[in-house]
């Protein structure tokens, strides 16, 4: 039970970093070629837009690869101790 459930915060952890890195690359490009990425989204994404979200991901990416990092030491001790 605690395997799978460690492997479930693993998988999930590594699925949200990678959907952070790919917003953060997206926005990043929109910042540079905001005219090719607010094409493509249809005026969704428009350079203020892409310069706001870009600059917020900042802290989620930190804590997620910060977890990504340090999840299999911190697992260990979490469900060691249960």
Not at 23 to 28: D, E, K, P, Q
Not at 52 to 69: D, G, K, M, S, V
């Amino acid at each position: 039970m605690q395997k799978n459930l460690s492997k479930s915060i693993r998988t999930a952890i590594q699925v949200m970093l990678l959907l952070t890195l790919i917003a953060y690359g997206i926005t990043g490009y929109g910042i540079t070629e905001f005219r090719t990425v607010e094409a493509l989204s249809l005026g969704l994404i428009t350079k203020p837009v892409a310069f706001q979200i870009h600059n917020n991901l900042i802290f989620p990416f930190i804590i997620l690869l910060l977890l990504h990092i340090f999840y299999k030491p911190l697992s260990r001790v979490i469900f060691k101790s249960t």
